[in-house]
């Protein structure tokens, strides 16, 4: 499953490397909402909620699916700006049927709202399927909802204080020590795309994002199947320190398409694809192939070793080695005749780890 951006062709001008004061508030916000995405950081985040004054950690719970599986629009700027007051004034400039159609992607679900179709602030019957869609996603969407196409203007106010009130107790710290390393991973990425070209710059955001061979896509490796129009616009890419380990896709029609991605750790691992992933599971879906692996985890052993220990057919065992090998899980070595199976105990151990980045990214 891949999501794709079209952007017509591989001229480095389509793409926009920048940082985002406000994407990196709201990767930190997300943080804050579900730590165990996060588990570097969940001692960052109790610190945070210790510190808190119970005013703003109750409008944080009260808002935080503005944050916590998907990202509205607004709080992932397409043409970032050097300070999050700039950014906030920005978002103020939305019109109010942009912005309510933005807040209702996390309001009411993904595939809620269409881009072109009437506005709940104008259309009656908009208004009541959005409200009962958000009713469906919890009390507070639907609260939120509620709050939002009855007085758009207030409920955008008070989003924009309560990310105020967030800098002052503990973005502008975080932002600080953050700052330095986005700026150090924007050289590098600004680098490769003057001399190398777009295809090494995105190669260079994460095993997970390639240019298409004929230059004219992005495609990105999540679970979703996507398309994306940024011929007009462009692509903007934002690193992120805090949303680690999540490739985020901001990609609504209407929107100059932004992807915000982690900066890299000292000794990042190569990313699984989904489609290894995928191939290991139903490897070790297979009961007969559970048994060799069990017995492949003692020490190696040939063929004709499994197959006795087994009372299997030596081409019945070779079918399901065949299977564990396309997945990485066995490795061989040849003594004179004979092939050796060993089991590949690292990749089979980090499958757990794998598991979670995909299903994440």
Same mark, same amino acid.
């Given at each position: 499953?891949?999501l794709?951006?079209?952007?017509g062709g591989?001229s480095p001008g389509?793409l926009?490397?920048?940082?985002?004061?406000?994407?990196e508030l709201?990767?930190?916000?997300h943080v804050l909402?579900?730590p165990?995405?996060?588990?570097?950081l969940?001692?960052?985040?109790g610190d945070?909620?210790a510190?808190l004054?119970?005013?703003?950690?109750?409008?944080l719970?009260?808002a935080e699916?503005?944050?916590?599986?998907?990202r509205?629009?607004f709080?992932?700027?397409?043409?970032?700006?050097?300070t999050l007051?700039e950014?906030?004034?920005?978002?103020?400039?939305?019109?109010?049927?942009?912005?309510v159609?933005?807040?209702l992607?996390?309001?009411?679900?993904?595939?809620?709202?269409h881009?072109?179709?009437p506005?709940?602030?104008?259309?009656?019957t908009a208004?009541?399927?959005a409200l009962?869609?958000?009713q469906a996603?919890?009390?507070?969407?639907e609260?939120?909802?509620?709050?939002?196409l009855?007085d758009?203007a207030?409920?955008?106010a008070?989003?924009?204080?309560?990310l105020?009130q967030?800098?002052?107790?503990?973005?502008?710290a975080?932002?600080?020590?953050v700052?330095v390393?986005l700026a150090?991973?924007?050289?590098l990425?600004?680098?490769?795309?003057?001399h190398?070209g777009a295809?090494?710059?995105?190669?260079?955001v994460?095993?997970?994002?390639?240019?298409?061979p004929d230059?004219d896509?992005?495609?990105v490796?999540k679970l979703q199947?996507?398309?994306?129009?940024?011929?007009?616009?462009g692509?903007t890419?934002?690193p992120?320190v805090f949303g680690?380990p999540?490739?985020?896709a901001?990609?609504?029609p209407g929107?100059?398409?932004v992807?915000?991605?982690p900066?890299?750790e000292?000794a &990042? +691992? *190569?990313?699984?694809s989904?489609?290894t %992933?995928?191939? =290991?599971l139903?490897? #070790?879906a297979?009961?007969?192939r559970? $048994?060799?692996l069990?017995?492949?985890s003692?020490?190696?052993?040939?063929?004709g070793e499994?197959?006795?220990?087994?009372?299997?057919? &030596? +081409? *019945?065992?070779?079918r399901?080695?065949? %299977?564990?090998? =396309?997945?990485g899980l #066995?490795t061989t070595r040849r003594?004179? $005749?004979?092939?050796?199976y060993?089991?590949n105990l690292?990749?089979?151990?980090?499958?757990g780890d794998?598991?979670?980045?995909?299903?994440?990214r």
């Amino acid at each position: 499953m891949t999501l794709r951006i079209d952007i017509g062709g591989p001229s480095p001008g389509r793409l926009r490397f920048a940082a985002s004061p406000l994407a990196e508030l709201t990767a930190m916000l997300h943080v804050l909402a579900d730590p165990a995405h996060h588990p570097q950081l969940v001692g960052w985040a109790g610190d945070v909620w210790a510190g808190l004054r119970p005013e703003l950690a109750e409008r944080l719970r009260e808002a935080e699916f503005l944050w916590r599986s998907s990202r509205a629009d607004f709080l992932v700027p397409a043409r970032p700006r050097p300070t999050l007051a700039e950014e906030l004034d920005d978002v103020d400039r939305i019109d109010d049927e942009t912005y309510v159609a933005a807040a209702l992607v996390t309001t009411c679900g993904s595939n809620r709202v269409h881009f072109g179709a009437p506005s709940p602030l104008a259309d009656a019957t908009a208004r009541a399927q959005a409200l009962d869609l958000a009713q469906a996603r919890g009390a507070l969407q639907e609260a939120f909802a509620e709050r939002l196409l009855a007085d758009p203007a207030a409920v955008r106010a008070r989003v924009r204080h309560t990310l105020e009130q967030c800098a002052e107790a503990f973005f502008d710290a975080a932002w600080a020590g953050v700052a330095v390393q986005l700026a150090a991973d924007l050289r590098l990425k600004n680098d490769l795309l003057k001399h190398r070209g777009a295809g090494a710059a995105l190669a260079s955001v994460s095993g997970a994002v390639t240019l298409a061979p004929d230059g004219d896509r992005i495609v990105v490796d999540k679970l979703q199947d996507r398309v994306a129009d940024a011929r007009g616009t462009g692509v903007t890419l934002l690193p992120s320190v805090f949303g680690r380990p999540h490739l985020v896709a901001v990609h609504a029609p209407g929107w100059r398409p932004v992807l915000q991605y982690p900066v890299a750790e000292a000794a &990042p +691992p *190569e990313p699984v694809s989904l489609e290894t %992933v995928t191939l =290991r599971l139903e490897a #070790l879906a297979h009961p007969v192939r559970l $048994r060799l692996l069990r017995t492949l985890s003692r020490g190696p052993h040939t063929n004709g070793e499994l197959a006795h220990a087994w009372e299997l057919s &030596p +081409p *019945e065992v070779s079918r399901h080695l065949a %299977v564990l090998r =396309r997945a990485g899980l #066995l490795t061989t070595r040849r003594h004179g $005749r004979y092939v050796r199976y060993t089991l590949n105990l690292p990749d089979l151990t980090a499958l757990g780890d794998d598991l979670v980045a995909a299903v994440l990214r």
